[in-house]
């Protein structure tokens, strides 16, 4: 993959974008500070044409069943965008776009667009869906692997969230299609939140990120020592089986999240 990157810059804050693998953001610092955890499968990476677990690997898009490679057996994880290279559409100091064009193995086409942009106190990411070609049902998400400790000696993040439910998980690690109350982590989990996500991380003494996104859905997973992971996205896992959401030709897929920091 293409190691060229994109780096955005705004006040103390700097982003650093990687088109050529995944068009994840694989560096945010805040006043020096990194918030990501680094490597090249972590960063925060777009979850695209679907997020989380598909059942099987199986989709039904009308008459038609569709099978995905099962790169997490016994399921497809993640969608493809985190391992595609992405083109830079355009770019300036605080924002750039990138674009990608849906192929096999996904059986539709279509183009993804993210849009990163930056600004002194926060981050907003943006992705789009858009087909002029047959419809099919869809996800949008991010997978951000936040640092747990992210200064010397600090000490470990502490996540708030008030979920209106969490969807209850399966042994095969799929919501079971029950809603209940939230449960205490660690958690691997889906939760509600109907007036869109709204999850707190704070390193004490250090920094406070706010994750907010109109979206009604967020996985949240804190169950590895080194990352917690809080990733707002358009429906639950599988949900390209349970809540389809459809890209049609008149009717892009959009979302956006945007990350507001404040040191404490």
Not at 5 to 32: F, H, M, Q, W, Y
Not at 221 to 234: L, N
Request: overall charge negative.
């Amino acid at each position: 993959m293409t190691t060229q990157e994109t780096t955005l810059t705004a006040g103390d804050a700097e982003v650093t974008v990687a088109p050529g693998n995944g068009c994840r953001i694989s560096s945010l610092k805040i006043a020096g500070t990194e918030l990501l955890r680094q490597g090249e499968k972590y960063g925060c990476f777009p979850m695209v044409p679907w997020c989380g677990r598909i059942k099987e690997g199986r989709f039904r898009n009308g008459g038609e069943v569709h099978q995905m490679p099962l790169n997490s057996p016994p399921h497809a994880i993640h969608g493809f965008g985190r391992n595609t290279e992405w083109t830079t559409a355009r770019e300036t100091r605080t924002e750039a776009a990138f674009t990608y064009d849906l192929a096999e193995p996904w059986p539709y086409s279509g183009r993804v667009t993210q849009l990163v942009s930056l600004a002194e106190d926060s981050l907003t990411l943006s992705l789009g869906i858009e087909t002029y070609g047959d419809s099919f049902p869809a996800q949008l998400g991010w997978h951000p692997w936040f640092n747990r400790v992210v200064t010397d000696g600090g000490t470990s993040v502490q996540i708030a969230f008030d979920p209106a439910w969490q969807e209850e998980r399966g042994a095969d690690h799929l919501p079971t299609g029950n809603r209940i109350e939230a449960t205490r982590g660690p958690w691997d989990d889906c939760f509600g939140m109907p007036d869109g996500v709204d999850v707190t991380l704070s390193w004490p003494g250090a920094l406070q990120v706010e994750v907010k996104s109109p979206e009604q859905w967020v996985v949240v997973y804190d169950e590895q020592d080194a990352a917690v992971c809080v990733e707002p996205q358009t429906g639950p896992p599988n949900g390209l089986n349970t809540a389809p959401r459809l890209v049609t030709p008149v009717e892009p897929l959009e979302a956006s999240t945007t990350w507001t920091w404040r040191h404490l």
